[in-house]
């Protein structure tokens, strides 16, 4: 069994920064890709970022050259740097697994709050 655990959701102002964090209860190195998605009230669950175990990225239009993601394999741990956040930013922020049987893992989620 996987475990995801998710930290660093927060309220913050608008034009403000946040870190989030992805700790996993196994080594990363597993699982084909990682990611990270978010979901806003009454809206479904969207793609925010992935990381691909050889380091390749992709993100959501709507936070390219705001946020970044990125991993520490050593720590079994995935990241999410999220700059100029905004109102619409405002979520909660799911830390996703895939491994290599293509199942998908999830944590339990942390709330991200921009205040305008």
């Known amino acids: 069994q996987v475990q995801l655990v998710e930290s660093g959701g927060d309220l913050v102002q608008a034009g403000g920064s946040l870190r989030l964090s992805c700790a996993a209860s196994t080594s990363i190195f597993s699982f084909k890709a990682m990611g990270w998605y978010r979901q806003a009230p009454g809206k479904q669950r969207e793609l925010v970022a992935t990381i691909t175990n050889g380091g390749t990225t992709n993100y959501a239009d709507s936070v390219k050259g705001r946020f970044t993601i990125s991993r520490d394999n050593a720590q079994n741990t995935v990241y999410l740097q999220m700059n100029s956040l905004k109102s619409e930013d405002t979520a909660v922020y799911y830390c996703?697994?895939?491994?290599?049987?293509?199942?998908?893992?999830w944590g339990q989620g942390t709330q991200v709050t921009v205040s305008s």
């Open positions: 996703n697994a895939q491994d290599r049987l293509r199942i998908d893992w």
